[in-house]
């Protein structure tokens, strides 16, 4: 609740709106939020699916390498097994049967979890293996590596217009009217060029989510 010397304040600011304070105004801006949104979260849209599915399109799927870390070093016919081991079982008083669908599955975790620390002296069972990528090429990674292009050549023209008025400045100094003109419009030219990518970034933003 609004204590009363806010509230005054408030009120005084009304009586008089005229000020003469000099107040700290912030500007926060996070650089390229939306592009970088769909690159973080690899967004992209999913209506590609019916030009060739992934089961057919075998020549558009690729392999990578990648580490892969399971749930538990025990397999899926040992965690069967301690499956219908616990079932049989009671524990804490009651029978396994008679717990939740919640607490079943805390029960067995901790099982496997034990059964994999004693028998594998390991939890998890850590890899690194060649894996076929299930999803098409059309739809994984095209998007999302366009998006990356856009944002990096951005990236590049504001670099390059930030040189050019750098080399402005130097020409006004040195009393260079033609160097200066042309600074300025190579500036201006690149600049507008990062502008447009931007509104391209913030439509593909626009395009995914919708």
Not at 187 to 203: D, F, P, T
């Amino acid at each position: 609740m609004m204590n009363c010397v806010h509230l005054k304040h408030l009120i005084g600011k009304i009586d008089c709106p005229d000020r003469e304070e000099e107040p700290n105004i912030y500007h926060l801006d996070v650089g390229a939020m939306y592009p970088n949104i769909i690159l973080t979260n690899r967004l992209q849209p999913l209506w590609t699916r019916r030009r060739a599915p992934p089961a057919t399109s075998t020549r558009l799927r690729t392999a990578a390498s990648a580490r892969w870390s399971g749930p538990s070093a025990a397999n899926m016919s040992e965690y069967n097994q301690l499956s219908l081991q616990i079932a049989a079982e009671t524990i804490g008083g009651k029978h396994f049967l008679d717990y939740d669908q919640k607490e079943k599955a805390k029960h067995v975790a901790k099982r496997v979890k034990d059964y994999s620390h004693k028998v594998y002296k390991a939890l998890k069972e850590t890899t690194v293996e060649d894996r076929e990528d299930t999803v098409c090429m059309r739809e994984n990674p095209f998007y999302v590596n366009t998006v990356k292009n856009f944002r990096n050549r951005r990236y590049d023209y504001k670099k390059i217009s930030k040189r050019w008025k750098g080399d402005a400045k130097k020409a006004e100094k040195a009393g260079h009217s033609l160097t200066l003109k042309h600074a300025n419009d190579m500036s201006l030219m690149y600049n507008s060029l990062q502008v447009a990518h931007k509104c391209i970034l913030n439509s593909f933003y626009g395009y995914v989510t919708r």
